[in-house]
């Protein structure tokens, strides 16, 4: 009896906090409403948060070796847990961390995570490609623990609602904290259960599977970018582990990065996941990577190895893949998967793959440009002299002219950058989406148009089209050395950038290198794990987000040297008579 009269006023007490806490916030007022728009934040979601990427590059964890080891004769003073580990987790992709009992899954997510709070750790730890700091770290991520631990004489709203209250900046309103509280447990399907009480697990309260999705949902509160969750669906039934995976992929949905380990997972479970990790024991990794639909992706890739068995039809991938990976199949086979995997085309995406790629595009931008610019040359040249008898003839006015000479390249540039876009495209390798095919079409039409132009404004501002291209030549080496190919613009002298801004070619190469590789957030073994996105920033100083800039920059420049040579047409007369 004395001891429900405490679990009572506990209740009471707590709820009279939780009223004077709203009292509170209603009163200091800070903030009237938060900023919706925001990149990384899902439609309706009424806190922004920024999308952040986590990249890791040679891990290496150990402890002091027990000495329970020491006594059985092993030498070594450390015991290595994780030997060389690296790999990237994604805004808006749910990972799957995956491996044999023993192979350090845990043990990896909590180095990440920094909930390590003893041993030794190596490597480089990176957020969005800045060195990782636990104290800001701590801030923006959250972790799901597999062990649900709550208190169990408070409501699910109220748990929701302390966590809010304790983790959210101060800047944002009760209001405000309120709907975004609202919006978590609707994401996480929490709503029927807002009044119950926590309670002890296994005795009284919620269930398993409701506990589960209690954990996601305070770790949600706190609008973290990087969520790791550890084991989310151990201990449930089929049912159960499908309702928490749905919260799961919802969580993944709004754009977050989420990491998940998981042990033996049916087969609806392992493919509701995006990507693998897997490691073997020992703390390496195997395979990273996509899984592709219904894994196709992963039994290829271990099914190419000679002497791995084939999967059977409608056998569980994720059982078949611990399998043929088990140390038993490795001396059996005389294979190291770790050598296998790091020396397959999944593990690499290199700096120089990268550079062939820009300079296949460099190249087709100045070598068709200048082809277009000086084969445009002769033709104006002769159509010149036709109009200045036609002009003195009084047909016509040079406006007019000029805009028909301008007209008529548009149609005839614009099937020359379809059919070459579409070859070239699938030669290089490009990911074909239609965002990234059409801002390729486009910045390739638009730069062959201003190479275009800019031969009849050549030609219209001197005596021939043997001047003409005598000085476009000039222009077109400067071009070339100013287009950030042949010199990255970071590399470029400060006192020189400005022609860097100036420069046509650097412009169509910016829109191009931005709307291909600027938003991939892959890892390039070669760079340390660097995701591509920030090698390009680094690298070429190269952003995703200026793409439209470029867009507008490589029209004005067709507009601008169409117009030149329309004045030019009007203003200079070199017939001498």
């Known amino acids: 009896m004395a001891s429900a009269l405490v679990d009572y006023r506990y209740i009471i007490c707590l709820k009279s906090l939780t009223s004077f806490f709203e009292c509170l916030a ?43 080891m020491k006594e059985q004769g092993v030498q070594e003073d450390k015991l290595v847990l994780l030997k060389g580990v690296s790999g990237a987790f994604r805004p808006g992709v749910l990972t799957a961390l995956m491996g044999v009992s023993g192979a350090g899954k845990t043990t990896l997510m909590d180095v990440l995570a920094g909930r390590k709070t003893g041993g030794y750790i190596e490597g480089e730890i990176k957020i969005s490609g800045y060195p990782k700091k636990q104290e800001t770290f701590a801030r923006i991520s959250g972790y799901c623990e597999q062990n649900d631990i709550h208190s169990p004489h408070v ?52 269930s398993t599977e409701q506990r589960k999705r209690l954990t996601i949902a305070v770790e949600l509160v706190a609008n973290p970018s990087i969520i790791f969750m550890d084991e989310p669906t151990s201990g449930l039934d089929a049912r159960a582990a499908a309702i928490v995976m749905r919260t799961v992929r919802n969580t993944v949905d709004t754009g977050r990065t989420v990491v998940c380990t998981i042990h033996q997972p049916s087969i609806d479970i392992f493919e509701a996941f995006d990507e693998l990790f897997l490691m073997k024991r020992g703390g ?83 070598f068709l440009g200048v082809q277009n610019s000086s084969s445009v040359q002769p033709v104006v040249a002769v159509e010149r002299t036709v109009f200045y008898r036609e002009k003195a003839a009084g047909m016509y006015s040079a ?25 070239v495209y699938a030669m290089i390798g490009f990911d074909w989406t ?40 000039a222009f077109y080496a400067v071009w070339n050395l100013f287009s950030g190919f042949v010199v990255s613009r970071p590399l470029i002298p400060i006192w020189w950038r400005w022609y860097y801004w100036g420069c046509p070619v650097a412009w169509t190469i910016y829109g191009l290198v931005a709307s291909q590789f600027g938003d991939i957030m ?47 047409i009007k203003t200079f007369n070199f017939q001498k008579r």
Not at 43 to 52: A, Y
Not at 163 to 168: F, I, Q, T, V
Not at 401 to 417: M, S
Not at 550 to 564: P, Q, R
């Open 26 to 68: 209603g009163s200091l007022g800070q903030v009237d409403s938060v900023v919706e728009s925001n990149h990384g934040n899902k439609k309706g979601m009424v806190l922004p948060f920024d999308q952040h990427s986590i990249t890791f590059d040679e891990i290496v964890y150990s402890v002091d070796m027990p000495q329970e």
């Open 155 to 206: 409501t699910v709203y109220e748990s929701l609602l302390y966590s809010a209250w304790l983790r959210l900046p101060s800047s944002v309103d009760s209001k405000t904290r309120k709907m975004f509280i609202e919006e978590v447990m609707e994401l996480v399907e929490l709503n029927p259960l807002r009044n119950s009480l926590v309670g002890l697990p296994g005795v009284s309260g919620l």
């Open 284 to 366: 390496q990794e195997i395979y990273v990577g996509p899984l592709g639909r219904h894994s196709t992706h992963l039994i290829k890739y271990f099914e190419s190895i000679e002497g791995v068995s084939k999967i059977k039809d409608g056998y569980n991938p994720a059982t078949w893949m611990l399998e043929v990976t088990t140390t038993a199949q490795e001396l059996g086979l005389g294979v190291d998967f770790t050598d296998l995997y790091k020396n397959s085309d999944l593990y690499s995406s290199t700096r120089q793959d990268l550079l062939n790629a820009l300079g296949s595009m460099h190249t087709a931008c100045l």
């Open 399 to 423: 406006l007019p002219y000029a805009f028909a000479q301008i007209l008529v390249e548009i149609p005839y540039v614009f099937a020359q950058a379809v059919t070459y876009g579409l070859i």
């Open 434 to 473: 239609a965002e990234k095919f059409f801002w390729y079409l486009f910045f390739m039409y638009f730069t062959f148009l201003y190479f275009t132009f800019y031969g009849m404004m050549a030609v219209a501002m001197t005596p021939n089209h043997h001047v003409a291209s005598i000085v476009a030549a």
């Open 522 to 568: 892959e890892p390039m073994s070669s760079e340390g794990g660097k995701l591509v996105k920030y090698f390009i920033e680094d690298y070429f100083g190269i952003e995703h987000d200026f793409i439209g800039v470029c867009a507008v920059v490589v029209v004005g420049f067709a507009v601008l040297f169409a117009f030149i040579f329309a004045v030019a």
